[in-house]
């Protein structure tokens, strides 16, 4: 039996751009997955020299796991769902908090082909970014474009908002070197 393999070339491109751009900051990065599962950090980690900059990932599946690992209240859960903006910066925040990162990327979404419903179809899914600049959280409607391809556009998301959300714009830290 093999396992198609979906951290493609874009995936990894991505990937080295994200712990390039987190190198030239001095920053370490954590992530806490569940639809995901683990995809983010895999495709982190297959880069040689990614351990300077992934501090640890959380593959949190379950409510439970959510609960556990990184502190997500159980009660925000059965309030809002494990799929919801509220959960996944809580888990973005619970990961930063277990870890010794900088800055958290947290995914939960409807990756299929079943579990969506007509209030949460197939296909969404929040990405949230907890960093000292504080917590962002967006929303994903892919469509039920088959299991694979959502975790791999919410895996290539996650890594386009690391950059954009969780670390200062270069340009703003251009002007402050001038400024100062």
Known sequence: MTVKSIIDDELIETARYVLAAFRRHGA???AAESCTGGLITAALTAIPGSSDIVERGFVTYSNEAKSEAIGVPAELIVQHGAVSKEVALSMAAGALA???AEVAVAVTGIAGPGGGSEEKPVGLVYVAI???DGL?????????VGRDEIRRQSAQAALEMLVAFGLPDDDED???????
Do not use: H, M
Request: aromatic share 4%; with cysteine; charged share 15%.
């Open 174 to 180: 251009i002007v402050n070197q001038k400024l100062n």
């Open 98 to 100: 277990n870890s010794l």
């Open 28 to 30: 370490r990065l954590a």
């Open 130 to 132: 907890a960093c000292p």
């Open 136 to 144: 962002f959280v967006e929303q994903l409607t892919l469509g039920d």
